[in-house]
């Protein structure tokens, strides 16, 4: 089993900035990518960003510039840092991660959520 937890989520003004942070611990052997995904009220859960072991990202185009993903790869923990939060950013923030796992004597592929951590922009 391998668990994400999510911290750094609250209540912010508009303009404000959160970071949000996701450690993952179990029996992990090695984590290819780490994202963030969000989902507002009534609407389907989306890419926020996401980084690969080797450091390659991507961002949903609506947010270049205002957020940014980073990672400590030595403590399996990812961050996102967002900048100029508008009221349209609240959404429950989700950790995503995935890579290999060992179970028992094997080495089996994983991919795991975090229980969410909830972010609200106030206008």
């Known amino acids: 089993q391998v668990q994400l937890v999510e911290s750094g989520g609250g209540l912010v003004q508009a303009g404000g900035s959160l970071r949000l942070s996701c450690a993952a611990s179990?029996?992990?052997?090695?984590?290819?990518?780490m994202g963030w995904f969000r989902q507002a009220p009534g609407k389907e859960r989306e890419l926020v960003a996401r980084?690969?072991?080797?450091?390659?990202?991507n961002y949903a185009d609506s947010l270049k510039g205002r957020f940014t993903i980073s990672r400590d790869n030595a403590k399996n923990t990812q961050y996102l840092e967002m900048d100029s939060l508008k009221a349209e950013d609240t959404a429950v923030y989700y950790c995503?991660?995935?890579?290999?796992?060992?179970?028992?004597?094997?080495?089996?592929?994983?991919?795991?959520w975090g229980q969410g951590t909830q972010v609200t922009v106030s206008s």
């Open positions: 179990g029996s992990i052997v090695s984590i290819n990518a």
């Open positions: 980084m690969t072991s080797g450091g390659n990202t």
């Open positions: 995503k991660a995935e890579g290999y796992m060992r179970r028992f004597l094997d080495i089996i592929p994983f991919t795991s």
